[in-house]
C-alpha cells in the first residue's frame, strides 16, 4: 500500500473515488442524513486543499485509491491540534490496516508541525471505527449529547 499526501489536481484525477469515500463515510456515520451532502464535502475539500488547511492522505493500490484520511489544524486554547474530519477506506480493502497506516502519516505531520494531539468525533455506534481509533491510542474526552424534541 502506498500512503501518501495528494494534493487537489490529485483529487481531481481521482475524483470519482473521493466522492465515493465521502459517500460511505458519511453513511457510516449519519444514516439519516439525506440528499448529496458527500458532493459538498468533495467541493469544500478542493477549496480547502487550495487555500492549504486541509492536509489529505491517500491510500493507493497498485495505482487505485483505496482511502482517504481529511484532517486540519484546530486551536485549542493554548495549543494546537489536528482535527481528523474523515477517513475511510474502501470496503474490499478493510481490515488490512489501511486506516491504521493513514493514521501513522497525519501523526507523522504532526510531528512535524510540533503537534502533539489529535482529535476526532465519531458517531457511537460505529463499532468499527471506535475500535479502530481506540487500538490507535484514542480515547473518549467528552461526550457530545442530543436531545430531539417532538415537532
Ligand atoms: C473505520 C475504517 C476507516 C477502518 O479502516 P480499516 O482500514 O479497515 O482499519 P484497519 O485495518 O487499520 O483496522 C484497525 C483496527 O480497527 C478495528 N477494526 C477494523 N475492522 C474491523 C471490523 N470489521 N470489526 C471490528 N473491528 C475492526 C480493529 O481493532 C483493527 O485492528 P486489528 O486488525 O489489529 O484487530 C473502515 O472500516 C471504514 O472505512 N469504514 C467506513 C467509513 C467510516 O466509518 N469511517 C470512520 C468515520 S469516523
Redesign the pocket.
Known amino acids: 500500500m502506498d500512503i501518501k499526501q495528494i494534493n487537489e489536481e490529485e483529487v481531481a484525477a481521482n475524483e470519482f473515488e473521493v466522492r465515493a ?1 465521502l459517500s ?2 458519511l ?3 449519519f444514516s439519516d442524513i439525506e440528499g448529496d451532502f458527500a458532493g459538498a464535502y468533495y467541493d469544500k475539500l478542493i477549496v480547502f486543499l487550495q487555500n492549504g488547511t486541509a492536509i489529505l492522505f491517500g491510500a493507493f493500490d497498485r495505482g487505485q485509491l483505496v ?1 482517504i484520511l481529511w484532517g486540519y489544524e484546530v486551536d485549542n486554547f493554548d495549543h494546537k491540534r489536528i482535527h ?1 474530519n ?6 474490499d ?11 501513522h502519516a497525519i501523526e507523522h505531520i504532526a510531528v512535524l508541525r510540533n503537534i502533539c494531539e489529535l482529535e ?4 457511537a455506534c ?4 471506535v ?6 491510542g484514542y480515547y473518549v474526552e467528552r461526550y457530545k449529547m442530543l436531545k430531539v424534541l417532538s415537532k
Open positions: 469515500l460511505e463515510i453513511t457510516a456515520n482511502g481528523i474523515m477517513i475511510g477506506v474502501k470496503s480493502f478493510r481490515g488490512q490496516g489501511v486506516a491504521t497506516e493513514l493514521m476526532l468525533m465519531v458517531n460505529n463499532d468499527r471505527a475500535r479502530c481509533y481506540q487500538k490507535g
